[in-house]
């Protein structure tokens, strides 16, 4: 018995394998994308950013704002609500986007696009960060220069403070 493989790769077309099954020597790389959606959440003209694990194989001990990958079938705001819950505990309200970027990571094979939104909350005692994270803290943007982040999570940052956000329209 053969199990068939299909895959399909921007640069390659399709491509048709097939492995005995069982065989688990055989490995194949896939170059894929993922959507990120990032929330700001501001409170007395501070930001939440969160350190991430020393464990993480990508950007290990960076600060990075709270987060969620986009899963199949969801919207980015149910994404937003849910990443930013596993993150932080936190209930959000998600505001409108203000910025959108990308990045090629994992040997080029991921391509993330990123869209960060402004975001609320009411109740931010209830913030206890995920094992995902060593720690929480709230910056301002005088601040950011002494902690660990991208230059573009830092832009964002940046930008998000200095912009206020428009109510999205129901």
Same mark, same amino acid.
């Given at each position: ?9 921007? %640069?390659?077309?399709? %491509? ?10 055989? !490995? ?5 994308? !993922?959507?990120?959606? =990032? *929330?700001?959440?501001?409170?007395? *003209? ?8 020393? /464990?993480?194989?990508? $950007?290990?001990?960076?600060?990075? $704002?709270?987060? *969620?990958?986009?899963? @199949?079938?969801? =919207? ?7 990443? @930013? ?18 990045? $090629?990571?994992? &040997?080029? &094979?991921?391509? =993330?696009?990123?869209?960060? @939104? ?6 931010? !005692? ?14 301002? /943007? ?15 940052? $940046? ?6 956000? !428009? =109510?999205?329209?129901?």
């Amino acid at each position: 018995n053969e199990l068939q493989l299909i895959r399909m790769s921007s %640069r390659e077309g399709w %491509r048709r394998g097939s492995i005995p099954r069982g065989s688990v020597s055989w !490995k194949m790389v896939e170059k894929y994308q !993922k959507i990120v959606v =990032t *929330g700001l959440l501001k409170r007395e *003209g501070k930001v939440l950013i969160l350190k991430r694990s020393s /464990k993480e194989d990508f $950007l290990p001990n960076y600060w990075e $704002l709270p987060s *969620g990958k986009v899963e @199949f079938g969801e =919207t980015v705001e149910q994404a937003l609500k849910r990443g @930013f819950k596993e993150e932080t505990n936190l209930d959000i309200e998600v505001k409108s986007p203000y910025k959108i970027f990308s990045y $090629l990571s994992d &040997n080029k &094979n991921r391509h =993330t696009i990123e869209i960060i @939104f402004h975001v609320s909350c009411k109740d931010i !005692k209830k913030l206890i960060i995920s094992e995902d994270h060593q720690e929480y803290i709230w910056i301002s /943007k005088d601040d950011i220069k002494k902690y660990k982040i991208s230059k573009e999570i830092s832009q964002s940052i $940046l930008e998000g403070i200095n912009n206020k956000w !428009k =109510t999205k329209k129901k």
